[in-house]
């Protein structure tokens, strides 16, 4: 007794610990996903690593136009008015170095500006004359460690023809051609293009003319060859290179005091004078010539906009205001995303550092502040996840999913929408397909068929559930597909027509004399159809091929492309209906199956006893008193086709797109999952929405299976008293 009891307590501690643990393991993995997606919402935030009082490094009669740091975010560098270089170690906050212009023969630098995503530097002086110069950094290691080692180079020296202070300078390039555009002030502007020459230190210059009003505000969009003046007037000229004007429009009912490009040359940045900010693309529709318009709206300033700094890595930009106040934004999801007051006058510079994880601010009073800046993921929030964004050339907005380009400067596009979609066209197909089969087999199974024929079919189906979803996933798109293509007509004709034949066979069996059908045992006629089966299939293809001769000029795919213009791929959803249904059938046939058979038997005796059929008695009283069994085999057959993953990533294109035509594809979730994962770095913005994919896979299953499960207790408490 005792050594029972022992077993007993042993047994009972084992399964209760297996339980527990189970539930653990499970709760730990949902809470995973979640944690892993949670860091999406975190929001921006910058941290002050320290203030460099460049007065104290530099001789007092120098002044700061230019400064920048290296990719490590060790060394600064900045270049003053002197044309003198100076490097700041900013760990030791200690001068390490400087060098400076050999002709610059007493002038000054009167303006500067870098090739964007490099430290080339284009240098403006108050005498006409442009200096091109590129900092570099070496990185040495020996004995006590990494060394980084800056230098500055003097590329090129180019003289304009006119001698007048150069106030605005932007540096751009034409393939291997320098383009530098500016303003040289004296008693008024005059605004220049200038294009080097290979190996060469002259210049093209070509000085621009016939402007109505003051320029206020340039930038170059090397990309499509084009000079962008902003006007005091409110107006922006677009050019190109050699000044030929291509649109002269208004963006602002006050002066444009800031114009700069994104990464990628396709927004523009535009701030006037009021603290507006807004983005611009070239957009062309209807067959109307492209022109600038505005498709983003950024949080306004409360004084003029001074300078816009765009980052190197992604569609993060900076705006800074006349009072100082400095916002973070992103051009993809129109968001600020954080807001700085570093001083109370306009910043004379702002700067983000190369890997965009910091930013540099030159403050009127000479200190340049150096911030620590943490944005992982500036391009996922609600909108671009679940609304409508209109991206960089798109003509409208829309939902779209396209997570990775082939350049750094893509735009990456992370709509849930089309996913979400996607799982849903899938899943109502496979459903369409597999609902009607496998209750009506089962039906069949268990209430007609001979009891040596339910042995036989039952395991049958059953074992169709052990078939690897790889397998289905490969014999649908490598075999299924490239068939359906030849005979989608026949196909179509064969779902309308084949119901029909069977209903008409039965039909005409059930009439017959009882003498001709006493001979066949009650449940094996279902063989005689076979040859009803075999007739359908060749009148459905005679039909099928005569309808697609003669109606679709023999292509039914063409037909569809040029009369109704819908595309015919491939592996399209109706592939992915048929691949999935012979996943899914297995399991609503089992459980409607078991639901059948459950019924007690006095219900159908009775039935039958009252005159009934089998058929009335199997619809009237066998299929009310299982609802709640089928019902729950048909939410579990729905679970499982939305995490269905290899059968929809091998069936299908898995283009995200939103069309419910059966005859495009789509993707599901669960395929994106495992389509997008070779391009997800760890941490990534990417890796993080694949995460929240799967908690979206989640939180949809979980709805299914509680709606289910509530219906299935009301049907159950319905029927219970049957």
């Not at 040859?531 to 009148?539: H, K, T």
């Not at 283009?655 to 005859?663: K, L, V, Y």
Request: proline letters at 4%; glycine letters at 8%.
């Amino acid at each position: 007794m005792h050594l029972r009891n022992i077993t007993n307590n042993l047994a009972t501690g084992v399964i209760t610990t297996g339980g527990i643990g189970l539930i653990i393991i499970v709760v730990g993995i949902i809470l995973f996903i979640f944690y892993q997606a949670l860091p999406l919402w975190q929001s921006a935030k910058t941290d002050k690593l320290q203030d460099i009082n460049i007065a104290q490094l530099i001789p007092s009669d120098e002044s700061v136009v230019y400064a920048g740091e290296e990719e490590q975010k060790e060394i600064l560098y900045v270049i003053t008015q002197n044309g003198r270089i100076y490097f700041v170690n900013l760990s030791q906050n200690k001068l390490i170095g400087h060098t400076e212009l050999t002709k610059l023969n007493g002038h000054s630098i009167s303006s500067a500006a870098a090739l964007f995503g490099t430290h080339r530097i284009a240098l403006g002086t108050n005498h006409g004359e442009i200096a091109e110069i590129d900092i570099k950094f070496s990185t040495l290691f020996e004995s006590n460690g990494r060394t980084i080692v800056p230098e500055a180079v003097e590329k090129g020296w180019y003289r304009l023809h006119n001698d007048s202070p150069i106030t605005r300078l932007e540096i751009g390039h034409e393939d291997d051609r320098l383009v530098f555009a500016g303003v040289q002030t004296t008693d008024r502007q005059k605004i220049f293009v200038a294009r080097t020459f290979a190996d060469t230190a002259a210049l093209q210059i070509n000085y621009l003319e016939n402007f109505t009003t003051a320029v206020t505000a340039l930038t170059v969009n090397s990309s499509s060859s084009e000079i962008i003046f902003g006007f005091g007037d409110g107006f922006i000229e677009r050019r190109n290179f050699d000044g030929n004007l291509i649109e002269h429009i208004n963006v602002s009912s006050q002066a444009v005091t800031a114009l700069k490009y994104l990464i990628g040359d396709i927004t523009l940045i535009a701030g006037d004078a009021r603290g507006n900010v807004t983005g611009w693309m070239v957009v062309g529709s209807n067959g109307t010539a492209p022109t600038l318009t505005k498709f983003r709206t950024f949080e306004t300033h409360a004084q003029p906009i001074q300078t816009i700094a765009v980052s190197w890595r992604n569609k993060s930009f900076i705006t800074a205001d006349a009072s100082g106040v400095i916002h973070l934004n992103h051009s993809t999801t129109e968001q600020t995303l954080l807001n700085l007051k570093a001083a109370d006058q306009a910043a004379h510079l702002v700067n983000f550092s190369p890997k965009s994880d910091g930013i540099l601010i030159l403050n009127p009073s000479g200190i340049i502040s150096n911030y620590q800046l943490t944005n992982a993921h500036p391009e996922a929030t609600f909108k671009t996840l679940f609304g409508k964004v209109w991206y960089e050339s798109y003509p409208d907005p829309s939902y779209t999913w396209q997570s990775t380009g082939g350049t750094d400067d893509f735009e990456p596009k992370i709509s849930m929408i089309p996913l979400i979609f996607g799982t849903l066209k899938g899943t109502l197909y496979a459903m369409v397909f597999a609902i009607p089969l496998a209750i009506f087999g089962a039906i069949y199974t268990s209430q007609f068929a001979h009891p040596r024929i339910r042995t036989i079919i039952k395991p049958a189906v059953e074992i169709m559930a052990a078939l690897p979803s790889v397998v289905i996933g490969f014999i649908a798109g490598l075999w299924l597909a490239p068939l359906m293509k030849n005979v989608m007509v026949e196909f179509i004709v064969m779902l309308i027509l084949t119901p029909l034949l069977i209903f008409f066979f039965f039909y005409g069996y059930s009439q017959l004399p009882r003498r001709w059908t006493s001979s066949i045992k009650q449940g094996y006629e279902v063989f005689m159809m076979i040859p009803v089966l075999i007739l359908a299939g060749f009148l459905c293809y005679q039909i099928g091929y005569t309808i697609e001769s003669g109606w679709f000029g023999g292509d039914i795919q063409t037909w569809l492309y040029q009369t109704l213009d819908i595309r015919y791929d491939q592996r399209n959803a109706i592939i992915v209906g048929i691949a999935m249904a012979f996943a899914v059938m297995p399991i609503i046939f089992t459980i409607t199956e078991d639901s059948l058979s459950s019924v007690p038997a006095h219900l159908t005796s009775a039935s039958l006893a009252l005159g009934a059929s089998r058929w009335q008695t199997a619809v009237k009283v066998v299929l009310p008193a299982a609802s709640a069994g089928i019902f729950s085999a048909v939410m579990i057959g729905f679970g499982r086709a939305v995490g269905e993953t290899m059968i929809v990533l091998m069936a299908t294109g898995n283009t995200p797109i939103m069309d419910w035509s059966i005859f495009n594809g789509m993707r599901t979730l669960s395929a994106n999952i495992a389509v997008e994962i070779p391009e997800a770095p760890h941490g990534g913005t990417l890796y993080r929405v694949l995460f929240l994919s799967g908690a979206l896979l989640f939180i949809m299953t979980f709805i299914v299976n509680t709606v289910a499960e509530i219906v299935r207790q009301r049907l159950r408490k319905k029927y219970a008293t049957m």
